[in-house]
Nanobody, 123 residues
Framework: VQLQASGGGLVQAGGSLRLSCAASGRTFSRYGMGWFRQAPGEEREFVAAISWNGGNTYYADSVKGRFTISRDNAENTVYLQMTSLKPEDTAVYYC?????????????????WGQGTQVTVSS
């Protein structure tokens, strides 16, 4: 599986962005998917995850109520809608695929990673 993240950019605090992650391969619909982020000098951290059919989602406390993860299995794409953005959301955002169909916040359980897309939130 190859993953291509896009949609990052520069936005003012309080603004919104929608990230997309396009996946290759016909097995996408079987995989759990996740978004992670890494700020400069920080470790990669979990943001959100979604199960194979979208029936279960899981969010980091820091983004709960502001970010929404979703997926379109017909389009082999997972999305991260980000609203009420804060400067502390600034990071490179990565999408990842887990061959397990369930959700998990643990990066070590993901098997495939995209290249990342930069999100910068100005104050």
């Amino acid at each position: 599986v190859q993953l291509q993240a896009s949609g990052g950019g520069l936005v003012q605090a309080g603004g919104s962005l929608r990230l997309s992650c396009a996946a290759s391969g016909r097995t996408f619909s079987r995989y759990g998917m996740g978004w992670f982020r890494q700020a400069p000098g920080e470790e990669r951290e979990f943001v959100a995850a979604i199960s194979w059919n979208g029936g279960n989602t899981y969010y980091a406390d820091s983004v709960k109520g502001r970010f929404t993860i979703s997926r379109d299995n017909a389009e082999n794409t997972v999305y991260l809608q980000m609203t009420s953005l804060k400067p502390e959301d600034t990071a490179v955002y990565y999408c990842a695929a887990d061959r397990s169909p369930l959700t998990t916040p643990h990066s070590e359980e993901y098997d495939y990673w995209g290249q990342g897309t930069q999100v910068t939130v100005s104050s």
